[in-house]
Structures are given as C-alpha cells and as structure tokens.
C-alpha cells in the first residue's frame, strides 16, 4: 500500500516568508508526529497529534511554527517568518492504531531558507 | 535535545564484514528502535527492542539492550553495498506519548 507522502520535496524560501509543508499519513493510521531533522543530525520532535486532537506541541522552537490535522488525516506544518536558521528537512510520520511503537517515515521536505 | 548517543559517528567497512553499532541513553524507556536512513530516503524502521528483552533477531541484524547500563548494540552481518546508511537509534521515555528521541547517527559505508 502507500506509503507516508510529504510534499513540496524541496523548498526554497526568501527570509521572512510563510511556508505550509503537507504530509499525507497512511490511510487509518490515528498517530502523526512531525521531526525536524538538521544536516548530520537525528530528528528532533516537533508535535504529535492522535487523530484531530494535537496532544503535544512541546517541540515547536518558536510560535513561528504552527501545525493542524483538522480531519484527522493530512496534515500542515506551516512555518511564518521563516528564518535561515529553520532550514533542515521536516519529517512527518505515522503509526497505527495497533502498533503505536513503529513510526513509519515519509521522505521529508527539506527547507531551504535564503 | 537528543537523548542517545550513537558509537561510533562513522564506520568504513568492506563488503562481507560484520558492522557494529551502539547506542547510549540517558532516561529510562519502554523500548528502543534501530532506524535506516539512506541519502534521499525517509527513515526505515528496522527492528524494535523492549525494555525486558535482552537480544532480538532480524535476519542479517542482531540487536541487544543493556538496560542497566542504559545501551544498546546492532550488528549487522555480512553486509552488502546496500546497507550504506545512517543508522539511529531512537527510544521512547516512559513518560511519552510514543515521542521517540533520537540520537545523531552512525554513518555506515560498505566498500565493495
């Protein structure tokens, strides 16, 4: 079956312009999680949602960043005034209702700042 | 912050040899995962390791946990060409939401 889907796979932003990066889970998977990954590091947690509800935000650097999943499916990070300092790949990833532990991984966008 | 930390950060071998991975974490967890990175794909999940088991196999992979020293080993056998990839290791506090933390790497090369 699909797979994790993200697009745009690349973007190049000027500073300070806003940013909107979608990820399309496995279809029933209830648990989305957003990373960002810098260049020669592991992910970094950003947020988590469980179907609708965004039950942990903690990762977010700045209220910059903002993340939905209105439907329970897909879901947008959205990036406002971006920075130089935001560039780095977003890593979105689902798990199922069963086996929550497994997070299974799209191919990222990587963000490029100017 | 990253919670593990993966020995060593980069590894050359030849093609046919046995690679060796670790892992060290800070807090206690309810499991540890092995995940694949190659150039321009998504991370790969590998294998899964609860806190009450010691080893676990998965064809070529091995992985064993050590909780009392809070770590963690991957062995790869024989390896091939196409287990050129970062490898990380992520584990999953006791307190999460399923929130794994990650530490930064093992690059692996595989010379043929």
């Known amino acids: 079956g699909a797979g994790v889907s993200q697009s745009p796979r690349y973007k190049v932003a000027k500073r300070g312009q806003d940013v909107a990066l979608r990820c399309d889970p496995i279809?029933?998977?209830?648990?989305l999680f957003w990373y960002q990954q810098a260049l020669g590091q592991g992910p970094e947690f950003l947020t988590y949602?469980?179907?609708?509800?965004?039950?942990?935000k903690s990762g977010l650097p700045s209220d910059r960043f903002f993340a939905e999943r209105p439907e329970g499916s897909v879901s947008t990070l959205k990036i406002q005034r971006t920075q130089q300092e935001d560039s780095a790949v977003y890593l979105c990833?689902?798990?199922?209702?069963?086996?929550?532990?497994?997070?299974?991984f799209g191919p990222g966008t990587r963000l490029l700042v100017l | 912050s990253q919670q593990g930390e993966e020995d060593p950060q980069a590894l050359s071998i030849q093609e046919g040899e046995n690679a060796t991975m670790n892992c060290s974490y800070k807090?206690?967890?309810?499991?540890l995962q092995w995940y694949r990175q190659n150039s321009g794909r998504g991370l790969v999940h590998l294998i899964l390791?609860?806190?009450n088991e010691r080893e676990k196999h998965s064809g070529r992979l091995r992985v064993t946990l050590d909780t009392s020293k809070k770590s963690s080993s991957l062995l790869i056998t024989a390896s091939r060409a196409a287990d050129t990839a970062s490898y990380f290791c992520?584990?999953?506090?006791?307190?999460?939401?399923?929130?794994?933390?990650w530490g930064a790497g093992t690059k692996l090369i595989i010379k043929p």
């Open positions: 990833a689902s798990s199922p209702p069963k086996y929550q532990e497994t997070q299974y």
């Open positions: 279809s029933g998977h209830v648990s």
């Open positions: 949602f469980q179907n609708e509800a965004q039950l942990d």
């Open positions: 807090t206690s967890i309810n499991n």
């Open positions: 390791i609860r806190s």
């Open positions: 992520a584990t999953d506090p006791n307190h999460s939401n399923y929130q794994l933390i």
